[in-house]
């Protein structure tokens, strides 16, 4: 069980506004690239996404894949593949991006590609749209992708704002795009994924209750994962595990008693950064 947070309804009139321009400039583009992070690839991939572009290939990166169970990880590129999309899974700070962001479009461009031939034309920029909801490390992958620092990156939802075109190394044109999150409320399982990895903002979900919910997870689907890092007793319930961590870090409140606030921040930073171990929030399997 991961909890009884109730779903979501978080839609800021900015990403209302920019899913209306993206629907516009997808019309201008070849490929899509479409991030979504590799721990919870159904959480963050938005539903509204898909009457965006429906005819243009598109293309699934699984972001931030060095934070994932890397055997759950190729199971995910094989799913997404199996579904006549293209799927590559990677860590946008790697030097290697550029390379495989350019082969997986240009498999997806494959058409446009023999058309060009066809007509003895010689291979044209490929105009490449990337877009996913916030914080699954968009901006990483456009500045990683330019070899400099295009797009503001911060660790936190909703820092991109406006659209730019940005050319690429090669015959590329990247568009980015705002982050944007689901207008519908989003269901339990995938809301509390949401914020988990932090593409919802910390204030949206009360901390002391998600880092409950995580330590009820990780102890149900990631045995070891609690004890190594902590060095307490699994089989707490998770509102003695948070409280155990407390103890363990010295966060203590002015009476002595174990500060369950600061304790959550600290599970919940140190889960997001990967502290923890190669985690993965879902799977195909389920």
Known sequence: MKGQLKGLHHFPGHMKRAIVELSKKASLCDVLIELCDARAPLATRNPLFEGVGENKPRVIVLSKADLA??????????????????AVALDSRKKDVLGIIKQASEKAAKAKREKEKRLGMKPQDLRLAVFGIPNVGKSTLINSLAGRKMAKAENRPGVTRAEQWIKLPGNFVLLDTPGILPMESVEESLSLDLAYIGSIRDQILPSHELAVSLLGFLKDQVPGAISKRYEIEESLEPEELLRGIAAKRGLLLKDGKPDEEKAALVLLKEFREGTLGKISLESPDA
């Open 69 to 86: 169970d890397p055997d759950i990880t190729k199971k995910w590129v094989c799913y997404f593949n199996g579904q006549g999309l293209y």
